[in-house]
């Protein structure tokens, strides 16, 4: 049976006072980095900009994936906490 894909690398984790302005506006990941963004508590807006353009609620239990270059940013909703984990392969989610 296979392992479960571990990250290579994983953000600090921001609030809604530390979260930083470059992930409140457009960005994307790397050719072949796929993310994982983790809300620890609390509710967080992750709005895909492409691909199609979209929006969805992140909660502790409904995590967001970023594909590869995919054009995003995220929105506090409120008090939360949330952390970013960085693969080199698709993630189970």
Do not use: C
Not at 10 to 35: C, M, Y
Not at 40 to 54: F, K, N, Q
């Amino acid at each position: 049976m296979a392992l479960p894909v571990q990250p290579y690398r994983s953000t600090p984790i921001f609030d809604e006072d530390t979260l930083p302005q470059a992930l409140r506006a457009g960005h994307n990941t790397k050719a072949g980095v796929w993310g994982v963004i983790r809300v620890l508590e609390g509710e967080l807006r992750l709005t895909y900009l492409e691909d199609p353009p979209s929006e969805v609620l992140l909660t502790p239990g409904q995590p967001g994936l970023i594909r590869p270059q995919q054009p995003h940013f995220v929105t506090p909703l409120g008090p939360m906490k949330m952390q970013v984990d960085f693969y080199d392969q698709p993630p189970t989610v």
